[in-house]
């Protein structure tokens, strides 16, 4: 029962997710970019307070540049028990795509070690059980350690956050 309810949360997740990496990235029939820029919106100006006649200023907010880069499909094992306890391998799909801040130092490493981010997230995901994928706390865990795998790789606070469009186990 907790398997079918993780599975309706993920896919929730997975549609928003793929909802707005296609309406960034561009329609289906034509190839998507390799990567998107984002432009955030933007957040509430701080006020300044003058010496003049007790009004606030607004101070300008810079605007951060994302950028989202896909990767490709990752399919790996993960262990499961089944109901009788027994250890058996399931096939995981995941679809995940890195958001990153093109003003920080060290984005551009992002592109160049692309291939050691993907391995990176293989060798983490290959070690997960099908218990580890429970829940949204699950989900949060995976997307945490994957983006501090990408900030490890590149040495940088780039990276952002990630983004799933598809999760399944299988």
Sequence with gaps: MLLIAAIGVLSV?????????????????????????????PAAPAAVHGGGHGEGETAPVPKNEMAVTPFKEIIVNINATTATGRTTSRFMKLNVALVYD???????????????????????LRLLTEQDLRGSLGLT???????????????????????????IVQ
Excluded: C, N, W
């Design 13 to 41: 997740v997975g549609a928003g997710a793929g909802y707005f990496l296609a309406t960034t990235m561009g329609s289906g029939s034509e190839p998507a970019a390799e990567t998107a820029h984002v432009t955030p919106p």
């Design 102 to 124: 093109e003003t920080l130092a060290g984005a551009e490493r992002i592109e160049e070690r692309r291939l050691f981010i993907r391995d990176s997230f293989q060798d983490y």
């Design 141 to 167: 865990l995976v997307k945490q350690e994957l983006l501090h795998r990408a900030r490890t790789v590149t040495e940088s606070m780039s990276p952002q956050e990630i983004l799933v469009a598809d999760l």
